[in-house]
């Protein structure tokens, strides 16, 4: 237990800070809401934690505190209230102080822009996330296997150059043929710019360290540091919007989905130091396989609505099959 409040404390602080700013502006309702917010964002994102921790694993102890400290302020504020403000300003072609203004005075406009930016905010982060997943699984020096039929043909392809590219871009092309046409467009330079947005971050990272996938390695504490919050960013973006079903008070939102991203930090920290990625094998497997989950659902849901209960559930249960798989062939390694 005491192990346990080493990593914990500091996210129960600061839950219980955020809720007393939800009192502060709408009382008991707003402590509800940023709760539940929390408990949401919690549950549906530890396979954010398990990814976030294949790349803190290699970063060092001060990259490490700087995820906790900036990142953790760049994750509420950045990610949670400013990049949205952003993306409304883009879509609606509005200044970000005016669409920020808009946030806070009339908070119902700001959350119809919001929704109206969906196939933009859909396509950038599902396309960044499937990059993530292809990253990982087409790698033919990639020798350990979970789901063996899916892995193995996965990982041959990937002596293919930029074949990992090729694919997200043939993936991009094929749905963009379901969305209605008047969004094709939107959806199409949105998913690009989510490629090349991976591609910049990669290359970050091969400009101050060798030629291996910042999925594997933080090559530099710089470029880790930005995959992360990149990758937080995504995770997110659905998790921003169907906030607003609770509440339209922006800094509310910030706040219990603020509780959310702080919790997973710690899991994060605490995978890393315990080593958990490497007793369990094909724990790390599972995370990614959500992540490749998560993608197709936020690209498909500009054509057809999937409930965010889902999207989580589905991740979840990844995870427990991996580490159930793990479990498994760790008794068999031992009962030899």
Wanted: glycine share 10%; proline share 2%; with cysteine.
């Amino acid at each position: 237990m005491q192990a346990l409040s080493r990593y914990f404390s500091g996210s129960f602080l600061f839950m219980v800070l955020c809720l007393a700013f939800c009192y502060w502006l709408q009382g008991w309702k707003g402590v509800w809401i940023g709760a539940v917010l929390g408990v949401m964002e919690t549950s549906l994102s530890f396979d954010n934690a398990v990814v976030n921790a294949t790349v803190l694993r290699s970063m060092d102890e001060p990259w490490r505190r700087r995820f906790l400290t900036w990142g953790m302020v760049i994750a509420v504020f950045g990610m949670r209230v400013v990049f949205p403000v952003l993306i409304v300003s883009v879509v609606a072609h509005l200044g970000p102080i005016e669409v920020f203004t808009m946030a806070v005075n009339r908070p119902d406009d700001y959350a119809a822009h919001l929704v109206a930016a969906h196939v933009e905010i859909a396509a950038f982060g599902g396309a960044f996330l499937l990059l993530v997943f292809l990253k990982y699984f087409v790698d033919f020096e990639k020798d350990v296997h979970w789901i063996h039929v899916l892995e193995a043909p996965l990982s041959k392809v990937g002596r293919l150059r930029m074949v990992e590219l090729a694919l997200a871009l043939a993936v991009l092309a094929i749905i963009a043929g379901f969305v209605p046409a008047e969004e094709q467009a939107r959806f199409l330079l949105a998913g690009i710019w989510g490629l090349v947005t991976y591609i910049v971050v990669d290359g970050i990272g091969a400009v101050f360290g060798d030629e291996e996938s910042a999925t594997e390695v933080a090559k530099s504490g710089l470029a880790g540091f930005v995959y992360l919050e990149l990758v937080d960013a995504s995770f997110s973006f659905d998790g921003v919007i169907g906030a607003f079903a609770l509440s339209n008070n922006i800094f509310i939102i910030a706040a219990g989905l603020g509780i959310g991203a702080m919790f997973v930090r710690a899991m994060t920290i605490f995978l890393v130091d315990k080593g958990t990625l490497t007793q369990y094998r094909y724990l790390e497997h599972g995370a990614f396989w959500a992540i490749g989950i998560l993608a197709a659902i936020m690209l498909l849901s500009t054509i057809v609505h999937v409930p965010e209960a889902v999207t989580g559930g589905l991740g979840a249960g990844l995870i427990v099959l991996a580490l159930i798989s793990s479990i498994l062939h760790n008794q068999r390694v031992r009962s030899r």
